[in-house]
Structures are given as structure tokens and as C-alpha cells.
């Protein structure tokens, strides 16, 4: 798993072998340097006995940082076997139409871009305090004419016979709510982004109406790794870390949790939600917490605390081996 841009990037950040997973950082080239930025994109290669797949799971915020450590990172993303969308937020999603258009022609055939839900191509904003954040709409025709198929994976799916996406991700723990600032722009009543199928109420809100968000079709990412248990990735974890998790465990039938890869998005949440969020982790028991993104220093620093040794601190360009 290679973290190709993150939030962070820290070329003093610890590698090397720990019990069960090999921690490494790219080399720090001051002439071809890694980019960090608000976003979030992975490089996730599996084997499975002979067979090696790769899969591409979000897209950062933008295409130069993006592409650019691909570059650093001697990553091929015309390899790809498939591609993952965790979710509509720009910041996920923000280079794949550059992307796109850049591999057109050069992606192996029938390359599929598995989403979690209409959601993800609806026009998604957040309102904050300080202002009004626009995340835009990915456009799902301009991807389908650039050659990508796109599947709505409602339902858990295995991803080219190595990886599973969640599906759908039920809420079952309390403490863990959608963030407040996030909306979704209704579309025409007749549209897929028709305010009906993302509100649990009943009340009809018009085309151009800002309702709550509640992240309907975010989806994880999850590999069952040999001898070592599940490695969830949550990628914004906007549906909670711990639903997440729970989903990944459902679906496969699989209790035992190797790895739980995120962001987490704690970084506004209470103090009482991170002592529960960290609790909750307390019991699943993973050997290894690697919090990226919009995790906050406030969950690194509490499982810094409770679960020094499970701790993987993130930095963009780390590539995490698992099961080797
Ligand atoms: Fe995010």
C-alpha cells in the first residue's frame, strides 16, 4: 500500500520492519521532490499466490501533485487493474478527470471505476463558519466517454479478485455522526441526485436546495491478508472508522482486523468521540492504526497514548508491505 499523497509529508519520519509489516519512506530527492496537499490518493499493489494486481483508490486534490508523485514514486497508473472512489469530495477525486483524459486509450480494457453510490456524482458543498466550501461534481458521463466503466457498488464487491469494497456502510455504533458542514446540492426531482434519496425525512427539498449530507455511498477498502487478518482502508471515514470497520468484518465474515488505514475524519471531533473512537479500537484490536489524512493530531496523539505500539505515523510517499 503506497500513500501517493497525503496531507502530510515527512522525510524524517521512522521506516523499517516492525513485527508483522515492513514500514517504508521514500528517499528524500530535494530536485524531484514529493508533494503534499489537502487530499488523498493510494497505490495499492496485491499478489495472490502468481498473480499481481494493482488498484488505484482516490485521486488527490489535483492533477499536478498527483501525477507528479507518480512520477517520484515510479508508479504507472495505465497499470491499473482497477480504480476505487471512496466517496464525492473533491479533495478524493479532484485530479481522476485530468487523469482520465491524460490514460485515455492507454488503460487496459474494461478498466472500472467502483463508486460507492449515486452520491459521489452529485454536487457536494460543505458550509463552515468561515465560509462556503465547493466540492464540486464529478462529472460520471465525462468519465464513461474517456473509456472508464463505472460501477455503483452498493453491496459489498470483490475488486479484481484480490481487494473488497465494502458496499454501502450501516451506522451502528452511536457516537459516530456525519460532520454537520456537509451538504449535498438536490438535483431535479426526477435526477439521481434528487434530494428524496439521500434524506430520511420526508420533506421535499427543490433543485438547488443545500441538504444534509449523510454520506450514503462512501465505501471502504479492505484486503484479507494472509495469516495476518483485514487491512480496511477508510480513506475520509466520513461514515465512522468503527462502521467501517464493523462493514469490512460483515462482509467477510472475517473478525480478525491486521490493519485499519485512514483518514478517520476526527480532526473536529469532541474529545468524548475520540476516547470512544479509541476505545472502539481498543476492541477490535488491530495490530497496526496508520491514521493519514483527516485523521487530526488529536486521534494520533490519543492512540499514540492507548496503542504506542500499533501507531504507524503517516507521511505522503510511505508504502506500507503487508503479509511479506
Ligand atoms: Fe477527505
Redesign the pocket.
Known amino acids: 500500500m503506497t500513500n501517493v499523497v497525503d496531507n502530510i509529508y515527512d522525510i524524517f519520519a521512522k521506516g523499517g520492519k516492525l513485527d508483522t509489516v515492513t514500514v517504508q519512506r521514500a528517499a528524500f530527492d530535494p530536485r524531484a521532490s514529493l508533494l503534499s496537499q489537502h487530499g488523498?490518493a493510494y497505490h495499492l499493489e496485491s499478489l495472490r499466490g502468481s498473480e499481481q494486481r494493482e488498484v488505484l483508490l482516490d485521486f488527490a486534490l489535483t492533477e499536478g501533485n498527483l501525477l507528479n508523485n507518480y512520477g517520484v514514486l515510479k508508479l504507472e497508473p495505465t497499470r491499473a487493474d482497477a480504480l476505487i472512489l471512496s466517496h464525492g469530495?473533491l479533495?478524493?477525486y479532484g485530479a481522476l478527470p485530468d487523469l482520465a483524459r491524460m490514460a485515455q486509450g492507454k488503460w487496459k480494457p474494461g478498466l472500472t471505476l467502483y463508486a460507492g453510490g449515486e452520491d459521489t456524482f452529485c454536487h457536494c458543498v460543505v458550509v463552515t463558519p468561515g465560509g462556503t466550501v465547493d466540492q464540486g461534481t464529478l462529472d460520471r458521463p465525462a468519465l464513461e466517454a474517456r473509456g472508464i466503466q463505472v460501477l455503483l457498488a452498493r453491496q459489498p464487491m470483490a475488486v479484481v479478485g484480490h481487494a473488497f469494497v465494502t458496499g454501502q456502510i450501516p451506522r451502528v455504533t452511536d457516537f459516530e455522526k456525519p460532520p454537520a458542514a456537509a451538504r449535498l446540492m438536490a438535483g431535479p426531482m426526477d435526477s439521481a441526485c434528487a434530494a428524496s434519496h439521500f434524506r430520511p425525512t420526508k420533506v421535499e427539498a427543490k433543485a438547488g436546495d443545500l441538504v444534509a449530507d449523510n454520506f450514503q455511498g462512501e465505501h471502504a477498502t479492505v484486503y484479507h491478508v494472509k495469516d495476518r487478518g483485514l487491512v480496511v482502508i477508510t480513506?475520509?471515514g466520513h461514515a465512522g472508522v468503527i462502521n467501517s470497520v464493523r462493514q469490512a468484518q460483515k462482509a467477510s465474515g472475517i473478525q480478525k482486523v491486521h490493519a485499519i488505514v485512514g483518514?478517520f475524519?476526527l480532526a473536529p471531533a469532541p474529545d468524548e468521540v475520540v476516547a470512544k473512537t479509541v476505545a472502539a479500537f481498543k476492541e477490535i484490536g488491530p495490530d497496526y492504526i496508520v491514521p493519514m489524512?483527516?485523521t487530526g493530531m488529536n486521534t494520533i496523539m490519543a492512540v499514540h497514548m492507548a496503542m504506542p505500539r500499533t501507531l504507524v505515523m503517516p507521511s505522503t510517499g510511505t508504502r506500507v508491505v503487508f503479509g511479506a
Do not use: R
Open positions: 488523498l469530495h479533495d478524493h480513506s475520509c483518514g475524519h489524512h483527516c
